[in-house]
């Protein structure tokens, strides 16, 4: 009887451990048919390089240069972004040309500023193009940042969110608790795709900022004179005109007096009086 029962249990045994060993060979070949490929979707990134350059240059024209800038961004099929033109003054100074007028002598400096987008593929010919217009370029650089696992992370992060919001819609009602959660997931995954969105853009557009500027400009125009004093009369004009000047003065001032003709016989008489009075003091002081 003893015999019979070990007997069973030893089959048994040797059964169960068949069965695992063939469980655990469906599992590792399972394992060995999904995980490669999985790894190797998840772990390959597409080349994701954002370019920018930058260059300073000096030109015959600033202007001319400008429109000729416009025109060649144009024609890569980029765009202008930003750009501004200004003239910094050197020095400045007006020289007398007659009575009336000035010449005015200016020197100034102008710059120009461009920010624009191009395609990235065509980068290197715009820079190529902008060195022809150049009368030399003072420097220039190219500057690569790879965003390649930045932009696998995103999209791998984004299609986990994805799934994860799949799953809770599955089992959330109006009610749940889970939806307010969906909400925040839905919130990262769109952040995530616009995140690659924009990597995109900057990936098939690169950004070139110009800096460029022209030799000191001389600029000379006629201004009016405002210094007064120009304006007066000559000396000999003038000494005249003081002359008769000071004749009508005169004549007021005799025709001032002439009005206070009271006034000056009241002086004279009050004067005469305290003369007298004085000189009567005086004999009556020797006596």
Known sequence: MKRNIIAVAIILGLFGCQNAEKRHESVASTQEMVLPDAASADTVAAEKIIKTADMRFRVKDVQRTKEKLSETIKSQGGTVSEFSIQSVIQETEKVKQSTDSLKEITSYKTEGYLVA?????????????IAKMAVFVDNQSLKMDDQSISYLTNKLKADNRKEAVDRINKLATKKSPNVETSLLIKDDYIDKKMQNMLIDSRVKYSTITLNFYQDNTIKTMVVANDNVY?????????????????????????LAIANL??????????????????????IATKI
């Open 117 to 129: 987008k191009v395609p990235s593929e065509k980068l290197d010919e715009f820079t190529n193009a």
């Open 230 to 254: 120009d304006y007066k009369p000559s000396f000999a004009n003038r000494l005249w005109l003081g002359i008769v000047n000071g004749w009508t003065i005169f004549k007021e001032i005799i």
């Open 261 to 282: 003709w009271m006034l000056i016989l009241v002086g004279f008489g009050v004067f005469f009086t305290i003369r007298y009075f004085v000189r009567k003091n005086k």
